[in-house]
Nanobody, 116 residues
Framework: QVQLVESGGGLVEPGGSLRLSCAVS????????LGWYRQAPGKERELVAR???????NYADFAEGRFTISKDNAANTVYLQMDNLKPEDTAVYYC??????????WGQGTQVTVSS
């Protein structure tokens, strides 16, 4: 089984920054989909950002201009740099990977709390 482990979450004040990491036990250079999703209490899980077809990035409207998704193929790690965080960004953030001829895999999530 492919395993994903998210880290980097925590408590941050509004306007602050966090960098999330997702360590993948597979070669992410082969992935057709690498994504970050989040789920706030009482809400559906939603897409934050993704990399498709190896190099095309997509962002949710709320993430555009504030968040940056990136990857390090050699380290098999996906990152989410989050700047200018807002209280409404509070959620559990999940990493996803889609590999050829395989179902999507998900990490356990990392908590991000934005509060003063």
């Amino acid at each position: 089984q492919v395993q994903l482990v998210e880290s980097g979450g925590g408590l941050v004040e509004p306007g602050g920054s966090l960098r999330l990491s997702c360590a993948v036990s597979a070669r992410i250079s082969s992935a057709y989909h690498l994504g970050w999703y989040r789920q706030a209490p009482g809400k559906e899980r939603e897409l934050v950002a993704r990399i498709v077809d190896g190099d095309i990035t997509n962002y949710a409207d709320f993430a555009e201009g504030r968040f940056t998704i990136s990857k390090d193929n050699a380290a098999n790690t996906v990152y989410l740099q989050m700047d200018n965080l807002k209280p409404e960004d509070t959620a559990v953030y999940y990493c996803n990977v889609g590999l050829p001829r395989s179902p999507w895999f998900w990490g356990q999530g990392t908590q991000v709390t934005v509060s003063s």
